[in-house]
T-cell receptor, first 114, second 110 residues
Framework: EAAVTQSPRNKVTVTGGNVTLSCRQT?????MYWYRQDTGHGLRLIHY???????QIGDVPDGYKATRTTQEDFFLLLELASPSQTSLYFC?????????????FGSGTRLTVL | SQLAEENSWALSVHEGESVTVNCSYK?????LQWYRQKSGKGPAQLIL?????REKRNGRLRATLDTSSQSSSLSITATRCEDTAVYFC??????????FGQGTKLSIKP
């Protein structure tokens, strides 16, 4: 079964702060994703990647950067955090070639921006 | 606007009863997926149904897909307390991207 690990589980920062959320998957999946989850909005795609060094813009990218350093590691960066970015963030991975577009999610990082 | 959305915010049934969660989507899709999210966890896929399929089963779960009305349903029979979760539909409309609905919170009462 796919393993996706996110860190930290919880993070509190102040407005204007710099935050990095980390995600590692150990199933050699090519695709990785960052979603945010908010009440009333479900899961919304921030950024995604097809492989190391590749970055694709999702549906709600404003205020976020991302970097895919290796096949395993995908980072989400908030360089000037704002209270509107308080949310539950999920990382996911998939390999459409073999697992029929199934997404495997981590357990999430809860971010609070004060 | 939502490209995929469940039709109810919340449902509640008693253990042992059956329940159906409905979903509508707004684009031509290649497949539709149902996910379940339990408290404190990430979503986990339950069923994937492709655009050329009309029904898919997985144990007590049954998903249907009607491409003419752009709708899908997920039925759970003989519900158990552990079925309590948020259920999402998600539509594949472009390779590598899923659009999730807002989710339906299902509560199973003892």
């Amino acid at each position: 079964e796919a393993a996706v690990t996110q860190s930290p589980r919880n993070k509190v920062t102040v407005t204007g702060g710099n935050v990095t959320l980390s995600c590692r998957q150990t199933n050699s999946h090519n695709y990785m994703y960052w979603y945010r989850q908010d009440t009333g909005h479900g899961l919304r795609l921030i950024h995604y990647s097809y492989g190391a060094g590749n970055l694709q813009i999702g549906d709600v990218p404003d205020g976020y950067k991302a970097t895919r350093t290796t096949q395993e590691d995908f980072f989400l960066l908030l360089e000037l955090a704002s209270p509107s970015q308080t949310s539950l963030y999920f990382c996911a991975s998939s390999d459409p070639g073999t697992s029929a577009e199934t997404l495997y999610f981590g357990s999430g990082t809860r971010l609070t921006v004060l | 606007s939502q490209l995929a959305e469940e039709n109810s915010w919340a449902l509640s049934v008693h253990e042992g009863e059956s329940v159906t969660v409905n979903c509508s989507y707004k684009t031509s899709i290649t497949a539709l997926q149902w996910y379940r999210q339990k408290s404190g966890k990430g979503p986990a896929q339950l069923i994937l149904i492709r655009s050329n399929e009309r029904e898919k089963r997985n144990g007590r779960l049954r998903a249907t897909l009607d491409t003419s009305s752009q709708s899908s349903s997920l039925s759970i029979t003989a519900t158990r307390c552990e079925d309590t979760a948020v259920y999402f539909c998600a539509s594949n409309y472009n390779q590598g991207k899923l659009i999730f609905g807002q989710g339906t919170k299902l509560s199973i009462k003892p």
